[in-house]
């Protein structure tokens, strides 16, 4: 079973940058496929991006692409989400995923992924 921790959320301002990571413990790291997701204040958790298990792989949401980045380093069971030009709308808690299934076609659904961090909150002012 595999134990996920965030990090790196934090008070911005509209434009600025932040990296969030996620350390991964008691399993094999590249074993997963890892993903972001994001929840706001009264809105349902949405998918933000995922990585495939080598990092050769990935996937965005409409919402972020051209602004985030999704990678991992394996040596370091750490998973990235390196986010720029960040809008009021990011705002939310972030949470990192991780999935063994085989792929199906579909990533960016949430019961799909069998393992969950607790979050780290990125509120971005305007």
């Known amino acids: 079973q595999v134990q996920l921790v965030e990090s790196g959320g934090g008070l911005v301002q509209a434009g600025a940058s932040l990296r969030l990571s996620c350390v991964a413990s008691g399993s094999i790291f590249t074993d997963y496929k890892m993903g972001w997701f994001r929840q706001a204040p009264g809105k349902e958790r949405e998918f933000v991006a995922r990585v495939s298990q080598r990092g050769f792989i990935t996937n965005y949401a409409d919402s972020v692409k051209g602004r985030f980045t999704i990678s991992r380093v394996n040596a370091r069971n750490t998973v990235y989400l390196q986010m720029n030009s960040l809008k009021p709308e990011d705002t939310a808690v972030y949470y990192c995923?991780?999935?063994?299934?085989?792929?199906?076609?579909?990533?960016?659904?949430?019961?799909?992924?069998?393992?969950w961090g607790q979050g780290t909150l990125v509120t971005v002012s305007p």
């Open positions: 995923a991780a999935t063994s299934r085989p792929d199906s076609g579909t990533y960016d659904y949430a019961g799909l992924y069998d393992h």
